[in-house]
């Protein structure tokens, strides 16, 4: 077999808040060396949420470079030799004001790829996760309040296009947040949604319990196990207060602990869990 020189050089990471710094780790934990550029007044999300952002960029390098100077914009240039990729999620123009839009970076080193994460495609209106779910008509199917999925979307779509750009010896790619979202909006899939007896979540006798006996052989695994060979038809019946097979169910989930459960399931080989968080 051939050697295989991996990473093939590092990636400048100048983006900030959620998705683009998620990329950039996802990047990281391929193998690529990060160097996240920061502006002087730093990431937004370092003093928004401190966790967060060390759960984002704590394995990074990070620098100061103020791009509005000169000083700042020569010693962005100096890095571009040793990179491959390039990620940056500036407002349309913004870098092009600066002298450092993709026709000078690449003027420069025509084998980069140079990554931009945008909102729209072919707009420069702003949005963030909220509004980008709801145009894809997901709002009601996430927990937007705790969940940004939108940007999660986004960060995976960043990371292959930057793949792509490195896999093609470099040029300009553009991820749309807003695309990434309705990319993901695939219509529903029935009994995903707790509506069923085998998949949903259960109180036990202390937490609850995630139980995700989708497929029939795992149902009939789960019936046998569990000594409850009269819920063996009912695998899709409503998970509802008038259905006895329901009520039956949630008072077997009473009789241990929900890590007790996960113990039991795992031992059983059962798709169970107990709810973390």
């Known amino acids: 077999m051939a050697p295989c020189a991996w990473p093939p050089g590092k990636v400048l990471d100048l983006t900030r808040l959620l998705p683009g710094p998620l990329a950039g780790k996802l990047l990281r934990d391929l193998g690529f060396p990060v160097l996240k550029v920061e502006p002087p007044q730093g990431d937004p999300l370092r003093d928004w949420a401190p966790e967060t952002y060390v759960f984002l960029n704590g394995n990074k390098e990070v620098v100061t470079l103020d791009l509005k100077g000169k000083e700042g914009r020569e010693r962005f240039l100096s890095l571009l030799p040793g990179a491959v990729i390039l990620l940056e999620s500036n407002r349309p123009g913004v870098m092009e004001g600066l002298g450092l839009g993709p026709e000078v970076v690449l003027g420069i080193h025509p084998r980069l790829a140079y990554v931009r994460l945008r909102g729209y495609p072919d707009s420069p209106d702003p949005g963030h996760d909220l509004t980008y779910l709801a145009e894809a008509g997901l709002l ?118 929900a890590w007790e459960w996960e113990a039991w399931a795992r031992e059983k080989g059962l798709p169970l869990r107990a709810v973390r968080g």
């Open 140 to 257: 009601g199917r996430f927990p937007w309040q705790s969940f940004q999925f939108a940007d999660l979307a986004g960060a995976y779509a960043l990371a292959l296009a930057a793949l792509k750009g490195l896999l093609l010896g470099g040029g300009v790619y553009e991820v749309a947040l807003s695309e990434a979202a309705k990319a993901m909006a695939y219509p529903p899939i029935p009994f995903l949604d707790g509506s069923a007896l085998c998949y949903g979540v259960y109180p036990a006798r202390e937490g609850k319990v995630a139980l995700a006996a989708l497929e029939l052989h795992f149902w009939a695994r789960f019936c046998e196990a569990a000594g409850l060979p009269e819920l063996l038809p009912l695998a899709f019946s409503p998970a509802e207060p008038g259905n006895p097979g329901y009520q039956r169910l949630r008072a077997f989930f009473q009789g241990k602990a």
